[in-house]
């Protein structure tokens, strides 16, 4: 689903330049492929989540120029006419393969290919990393706090601290994704029908003469979902008072209140404490108010007593990691059927890419159903199988481990034949509960929050080979 209009120019600059640059040296149509990776997980996790590739699928499948879009590259001065012309016939005619929504993704593994016209698969790069590595951020920050939670509902309440409108409607998207059971943004329900949650303000509490009077006026008007509000002048001397001394008057289905400040463990404490004596065990405690991941797991061990969690900030905003740091590059280009990797060589050893046509498999243990590593192999290679599969660790080359009970899976798949679009994007709920279903694959070793056990991705022998050949052939060495 589109919330905006054409987003075909929402490109770097330089994307427009060698397009035109490609068409006039003769290389518009030389089939090139490039893949879409991360180098490093935030907030020093374990795992990432893929999320936004429907807003990527949209992006694709509607790329066309308008006559405004050709007038203005006119007017630079810069481009061909031919070029120009190009443009206004513009057909997308990739094909694309990625990583479906919800699946946990680990660092260097080809989370999404393009492959090509080099014009156009190069062209697709801004707004293809734009909006995987937002979504794909604020789903992996979203995850880590509704696992903090540990199964209390977790809200998404970020719209007004995110950074533009298009941030806070897919960043509650992608929150949703994570887990958050619903969004405090409107336009987010309309749009995809994720359940749009919230209470009051405390300027509701004070546009009333009384804390109780605002409460009755609430009461009598939401009694199927009553959530006072209770911090706005002082929790425990007035406003669970006048939130009990309502609730028992006017007797609402469903009650509740909300926490926005002060010392959540203590406050929670003798809230419930309060709510139990007056006789109402059903009444449930929200807190919100600045939390991310480890104010909620801390004041869980405090004994906080919590039914649900609003989180804002922290969470749209991935405040604590704000980059995802997904890349674009080129793998492979192909001329008359024969394919040529391709690399870039780096001295930060990180940014040296992996060359070639490529799958990406995941192994699952066959005894647990857990995941115990991802292969990344040449896209010719057989499918791994078989006893005596060797694994290496991605960050200490001398330890690995032999796969025996194992089964692999090709984790991507495919959107785009020739520019036709082939896979339909599944329903927001679906990608939730897919993405909640692949976590569980995980170990609890590499889910924790503080120095994770590294997940096992590794490279096939082939293509490890044709990398390091590569870097000898392109490092003079």
């Not at 035109?20 to 990776?37: C, K, Q, R, S």
Request: hydrophobic content about 40%; proline content about 5%; some cysteine.
């Amino acid at each position: 689903m589109a919330l905006t209009d054409n987003m075909t120019m929402l490109t770097d600059f330089y994307e427009i330049t060698m397009a035109n640059g490609y068409l006039e040296a003769g290389m518009a149509d030389t089939i090139a492929y490039f893949d879409v990776f991360f180098r490093e997980i935030p907030d020093s996790g374990g795992y990432a989540i893929m999320a936004g590739l429907e807003q990527v699928v949209d992006y694709m499948e509607h790329l066309s120029f308008t006559e405004e879009d050709i007038e203005y590259l006119r007017k630079k001065n810069c481009f061909d006419e031919r070029f120009l012309d190009y443009l206004r016939n513009f057909k997308f005619a990739c094909d694309v393969w990625a990583v479906p929504e919800g699946t946990p993704i680990f660092p260097h593994e080809p989370i999404l290919t393009v492959r090509g016209p080099v014009l156009q698969a190069q062209f697709v790069e801004t707004y293809t990393l734009l909006v995987l590595n937002h979504e794909s951020l604020v789903a992996t920050k979203a995850s880590r706090i509704v696992r903090s939670a540990q199964g209390r509902p977790v809200m998404e309440f970020g719209s007004r601290r995110a950074h533009g409108a298009s941030a806070a409607i897919y960043g509650a998207r992608a929150c949703f994704i994570g887990g958050c059971c619903g969004t405090a943004c409107t336009i987010t329900d309309r749009e995809y029908g994720i359940p749009a949650l919230g209470t009051m303000a405390h300027s509701w509490v004070q546009m009333f003469p009384s804390e109780y009077e605002a409460f009755t006026a609430y009461a009598k008007e939401y009694p199927q979902n009553c959530v006072l509000l209770v911090d706005t002048y002082n929790v425990l001397k007035s406003g669970i008072p006048n939130a009990i001394r309502v609730f028992k008057e006017q007797k609402p289905q469903s009650m509740g209140i909300r926490i926005d400040s002060g010392d959540i463990a203590y406050l929670t404490k003798r809230a419930r404490k309060m709510l139990d004596e007056a006789g109402l065990q059903d009444c449930k405690i929200t807190i919100s108010n600045s939390l991310d991941e480890y104010l909620i797991r801390d004041v869980i061990m405090e004994g906080a007593q919590i039914d649900s969690f609003g989180v804002g900030e922290r969470m749209i905003t991935a405040k604590s990691a704000p980059v995802f740091g997904g890349v674009y590059k080129l793998a492979a280009v192909e001329q008359d059927g024969v394919i040529t990797p391709k690399i870039k060589i780096s001295e930060n050893v990180s940014k040296i890419t992996n060359p070639g046509v490529k799958r990406l498999y995941r192994l699952y243990e066959n005894e647990s159903g857990k995941a115990i590593a991802d292969l990344i192999t040449l896209a010719d290679e057989p499918k791994p199988e078989g006893d005596g599969l060797v694994i290496f660790d991605p960050d200490a080359v001398w330890k690995k481990m032999t796969l025996k009970d194992y089964t692999a899976k090709d984790i991507r798949v495919r959107l785009f034949d020739h520019g036709r679009r082939v896979y339909d994007c599944p329903p927001i709920q679906e990608v939730k509960d897919f993405c909640a279903e692949q976590m569980e694959t995980l170990w609890e070793e590499t889910l924790r929050f503080e120095n994770p056990q590294t997940y096992y991705v590794d490279l096939s022998k082939p293509l490890w080979d044709l990398k390091h050949s590569l870097i000898e052939e392109f490092s003079g060495k």
